[in-house]
């Protein structure tokens, strides 16, 4: 089974992506973690990855769709994979498209999860991350035992350059221009399941099991 997730920032989508992985015993392929990971580098990708990224822009089509392309020919995609956080635009749709029809497959569901921009702020402004380790916290959902301290190595915790306010709302306005389009896209072929992102992660998931099938 070979399913895209799509959700703005803070739609819970990646915590979906790993309960369907661990479902289906399919891979998660997170091209944020990959990004991230060249960022933590500094490696050439990474610092031109994070510009964009501080921005609240876009990683150019060319760089996200050559990393994707690589990883779903992995021999673990062979039974399947959750894209979590790609394609977020039309070109990098289609050129996933071709890719898989190189490979004689394609896309079986694009669940998209649904969530209001006030939500999606309230959810990303909360965020802390450790320095030391890179657990998550939220100041209002799960926050640390004590201020600004992880409780896991004790490390400091920071809020992220797009965690921030103005990058937030300059990321969901990049997210309505350019990667909303593609549920129109991915409705006209029959593939898009709606989901509403608010309420308990169980329930979501519940939700998302029933749509693309136990």
């Not at 819970?12 to 369907?20: R, V, Y």
């Not at 959750?82 to 490979?103: H, K, S, V, Y």
């Not at 991915?186 to 399941?193: D, E, F, I, P, S």
Request: one cysteine or more.
């Amino acid at each position: 089974m070979d399913v895209i997730l799509l959700g703005p920032p803070g739609s819970g989508k990646g915590t979906q992506a790993q309960k369907m992985a661990e479902r289906y015993h399919i891979p998660q392929i997170s091209t944020g973690d990959i990004l991230r990971g060249a960022v933590k580098e500094r490696s050439p990708l990474g610092v031109e990855a994070k510009a964009y990224m501080d921005q609240g822009r876009l990683v150019p089509d060319e760089v996200v769709v050559g990393i994707v392309r690589d990883r779903v020919k992995a021999p673990d995609c062979n039974g399947g994979f959750i894209l979590d956080g790609f394609p977020r635009t039309l070109t990098q749709a289609e050129a996933l498209d071709a890719t898989l029809q190189e490979m004689k497959r394609g896309i079986d569901h694009v669940v998209s999860i649904e969530v209001g921009n006030e939500e999606l702020i309230k959810r990303l402004t909360g965020r802390r991350t450790c320095r030391t380790c890179g657990a998550m916290y939220h100041l209002i959902f799960n926050p640390p035992t004590k201020e600004g301290i992880c409780d896991t190595c004790g490390g400091e915790l920071y809020q992220r350059d797009d965690d921030q306010e103005e990058t937030i709302r300059a990321r969901l306005q990049v997210y309505g221009e350019q990667t909303a389009p593609l549920i129109a896209y991915y409705r006209k072929r029959g593939l898009l399941r709606t989901i509403n992102g608010v309420g308990a992660i169980e329930k979501i998931f519940g939700e998302i099991v029933q749509a693309v099938g136990k």
